[in-house]
């Protein structure tokens, strides 16, 4: 298997796994259930291995994509941008993850203060997440591009859907 193949293997673990995630976190601190809530970190810690996997195999399936018709260089790059954005998120989400385990498993009075930092850094990495898997589908996917033309426009726009994001 190339590069390209791996990332579209492994690249939509961390976007389903942070929705299930965060789900799951906030059943946790709902019902007040620190294995509910442990469940949740480790899957956020496997979302960052996941994205630290995606970003490596990522610049492998851009050099063999790039070129190809009707793709281009600048979706690309808007996918790659909100991809390594992502990751940092899920990288930080990692971070307070094992943080969160670590302190549900002492019993110390800051699990609950970290759980709910993991909750609020969760929600907007979530709507991150759409955002990349959405991108990264209008890679090879022009039918699901905002700008694409349909059979009754006589006009394509090549303009990326998020091209107002910016760093």
Same mark, same amino acid.
């Given at each position: 298997?190339?590069?390209?193949?791996?990332?579209?293997?492994?690249?939509?673990?961390?976007? +389903?796994?942070?929705?299930?995630?965060?789900?799951?976190?906030?059943?946790?601190?709902?019902?007040?259930?620190?294995?509910?809530?442990?469940?949740?970190?480790?899957?956020?810690?496997?979302?960052?291995?996941?994205?630290?996997?995606?970003? %490596?195999?990522?610049? *492998?399936?851009?050099?063999?994509?790039?070129?190809?018709? *009707?793709?281009?260089?600048?979706?690309?790059?808007?996918?790659?941008?909100?991809?390594?954005?992502?990751?940092?998120?899920?990288?930080?989400?990692?971070?307070?993850?094992?943080? *969160?385990? +670590?302190?549900?498993?002492?019993?110390?009075?800051?699990?609950?203060? +970290?759980?709910?930092?993991?909750?609020?850094?969760?929600?907007?990495?979530?709507?991150?997440?759409?955002?990349?898997?959405?991108?990264?589908?209008?890679?090879?996917?022009?039918?699901?591009?905002?700008?694409?033309?349909?059979?009754?426009?006589?006009?394509? %726009?090549?303009?990326?859907?998020?091209?107002?994001?910016?760093?």
């Amino acid at each position: 298997m190339n590069d390209a193949h791996w990332h579209l293997v492994v690249n939509h673990f961390p976007i +389903i796994g942070t929705i299930f995630a965060l789900g799951i976190l906030i059943v946790g601190v709902l019902l007040k259930n620190n294995s509910v809530k442990n469940t949740a970190y480790f899957l956020f810690i496997f979302t960052a291995i996941f994205a630290l996997i995606s970003m %490596q195999t990522g610049e *492998g399936a851009e050099e063999m994509v790039e070129d190809f018709p *009707g793709i281009g260089k600048a979706i690309i790059h808007e996918h790659e941008e909100l991809a390594e954005k992502l990751a940092i998120a899920l990288y930080l989400l990692g971070g307070i993850s094992v943080l *969160g385990l +670590i302190l549900n498993i002492k019993n110390h009075a800051k699990a609950k203060f +970290i759980s709910i930092v993991a909750v609020v850094i969760a929600a907007p990495t979530v709507y991150l997440a759409t955002l990349v898997g959405a991108s990264g589908g209008e890679i090879r996917h022009t039918e699901i591009r905002e700008n694409y033309l349909n059979k009754n426009s006589n006009v394509e %726009q090549t303009t990326p859907r998020n091209s107002e994001i910016k760093n």
